[in-house]
């Protein structure tokens, strides 16, 4: 399995409620390390420039909104597998729809506010990790 590194945001709903600990447990339980985490308040253009793969979809504007409603945490976790991985243990993204024991399933609020962002490909990994860190910033 390669090793690989994929980028997860700990969302406003989350940080609101202080669960980025418990989140952060459920990466290393499975062996994706935390290689690089900041806690930021991102602006509305941060926040559709991450997001605007789905500037045309109808909760784009509400989504935006609800990302700078609070700080946010990022994070670049590294280990075997890891985009796929932390998409598993994520779960699906209406919470109502996510397995038992997912991130998700356990925290998520709404098909919104629902706790966890992480990244969908090698593609989408590199891109959205260079947005938020240097190469530098990023110790595995
Ligand atoms: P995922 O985060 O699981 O990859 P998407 O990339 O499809 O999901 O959507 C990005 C984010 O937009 C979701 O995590 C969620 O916060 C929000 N979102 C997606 N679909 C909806 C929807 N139908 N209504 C409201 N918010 C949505
Ligand atoms: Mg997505």
């Known amino acids: 399995m390669p090793i690989e590194r994929t980028l997860s945001i700990i969302k406003p709903d989350a940080t609101r409620r202080d669960l980025t600990g418990k989140i952060n447990t459920r990466f290393e339980e499975v062996g994706l390390r935390i290689a690089a985490q900041r806690r930021i308040h991102l602006t509305l253009d941060q926040a559709q420039g991450f997001y605007a793969v789905h500037k045309d979809r109808a909760f784009f504007d509400d989504l935006c909104k609800f990302m700078i409603s609070g700080p946010v945490v990022v994070q670049v976790l590294e280990g075997e597998n890891a985009i796929a991985k932390n ?26 506010a629902n706790s966890v962002h992480g990244s969908d490909s090698p593609k989408t990994a590199a891109l959205e990790i260079s947005y938020f860190f240097n190469e530098l910033d990023i110790v595995g």
């Open 87 to 112: 998409r598993e243990i994520m779960g699906a993204t209406n919470p109502a729809n996510a397995d038992q024991g997912t991130i998700r399933k356990d925290f998520a609020e709404s098909i919104e």
